[in-house]
């Protein structure tokens, strides 16, 4: 196993990562941003005012992405157990 496989392992790994995460993130700042406006235009200042909507928007996002995150990390598994024939040489 050379270091371009390592780099090529590591490199793949952060991508999936970012690729599960960035959709729950990308809600998670947009719902945000959305409660801060209305709560700066209403002067309502609840801190536990952001949590509800937020936790509800990625349950919504889990369900209708769940399916291909979890085909996607499924195959990136696939992947990486077939390398291990490869990486014991």
Do not use: C, H
């Not at 496989?5 to 945000?32: E, N």
């Not at 937020?54 to 919504?60: E, N, T, Y």
């Not at 889990?62 to 990486?80: E, H, I």
């Amino acid at each position: 196993m050379t270091i371009g496989d390592i780099t090529s392992l590591l490199r793949g790994g952060i991508l999936q990562v970012l690729l599960m995460a960035s959709p729950l993130l990308f809600t998670a700042l947009i719902v945000g941003l959305v409660v801060a406006i209305l709560q700066a235009t209403t002067s309502i200042q609840e801190q536990t005012l952001t949590f509800v909507p937020k936790v509800i928007a990625i349950l919504l996002v889990l369900a209708f992405l769940g399916g291909w995150m979890f085909s996607s990390l499924g195959d990136y598994t696939v992947r990486l157990f077939r390398m291990i024939p490869s990486m014991v040489r």
